[in-house]
């Protein structure tokens, strides 16, 4: 049997970097956590330990410092793209670069003094590949969301070990994850996330669901049709259970009133929705 080297990539995982926007007042935050991830002829360095063509990942972590400083308060898809591509032009040894970034949000209580929003976490994935160019990819997770009614479940498939009962009334609570392909690597960033994020809400708060793979469908519809620059939607779904307290053995009532939120186990549901005419995604998903 002979061995052979399959796809490989190295990179810095989890750079945080901060920076501060002193240009007006109120002050803003730049907050980021920024991986990145390399990948190209890194033949040598895994069969004989030649190290010419590895960029060190201390290096990588310090280009992170020095772009955020020479960019300015920029989207970070803007920081993103710049990042991987940096990495493409210059090193000859690497022809496809991967970023992925979190940023958290901070909202300004006073002319230097910020707190943090506690609101969702909003990602980008960029991949620049020297031959297929560049993709962008944006998202948020931690979006956390409930209705304390129009939502039914039943009409399930059962067996033997179904024990879970009908219910038409409920309520329906789930902390999305949602990510976005863009179709180019070029438009108003900012806008184009504050219109997908309204869309997921509005398609939330709108739809009576019998399932919540029926509202994950709405969702991702939604952002198609108020994000035109997207072409394709994932979401991740997680059914955050809200289970009625049987209050019966106190004497006391409980009419869809007091419940018990459990954290696990929970449902996970996941699913994409692709506009009809969306390009082939490519390189373009993790």
């Known amino acids: 049997m002979m061995a052979i080297l399959g ?4 990179g810095k995982a989890e750079v945080r970097v901060v920076r501060v926007d002193r240009s007006s007042e109120p002050h803003t935050l730049s907050d980021w956590n920024v991986s990145v991830s390399l990948a190209g002829d890194m033949r040598e360095v895994h069969l004989s330990g030649a190290n010419d ?30 990042l991987a591509r940096h990495f493409v032009d210059r090193q000859a040894g690497i022809s496809r670069a991967r970023v992925q970034l979190h940023s958290y949000g901070w909202t300004a209580v006073g002319p230097h003094s910020l707190v943090r929003s506690g609101a969702e976490v909003r990602t980008v994935t960029v991949l620049h590949d020297e031959q297929s160019g560049s993709w962008v990819v944006g998202g948020l997770r931690e979006l956390t969301l409930l209705n ?22 409920r309520i329906l609570a789930t902390s999305v994850e949602a990510r976005w392909r863009f179709r180019n690597a070029d438009c108003n960033w900012a806008a184009a996330y504050a219109r997908a994020r309204q869309a997921l809400v509005d398609a939330f708060v709108s739809t009576y669901s019998y399932s919540l793979q029926q509202t994950l469908y709405a969702m991702g519809c939604r952002v198609l049709a108020e994000v035109p620059e ?3 939607v994932r979401l991740a779904l997680p059914n955050k259970h809200h289970f009625l307290v049987d209050l019966q053995p106190f004497g006391q009532p409980n009419d869809n009133e007091v419940y018990l939120a459990a ?16 390009p082939d995604a490519g390189p373009a998903w993790p």
Request: aromatic letters at 10%.
């Open 263 to 278: 954290d696990r186990p929970y449902g996970l549901i996941e699913g994409q929705v692709l506009a009809d005419d969306a």
């Open 53 to 82: 063509r590895v960029l060190p990942t201390d290096t990588q972590k310090n280009t992170v410092y020095a772009l955020a400083q020479q960019l300015g308060a920029v989207e970070p898809e803007v920081f993103a793209l710049t």
């Open 230 to 232: 997207a072409c394709e």
């Open 148 to 169: 304390t009614t129009d939502s039914e479940f039943w009409g399930f498939a059962r067996d033997e070990f179904t024990t879970l009962a009908e219910t038409t009334d």
């Open 7 to 10: 796809d490989n990539r190295y």
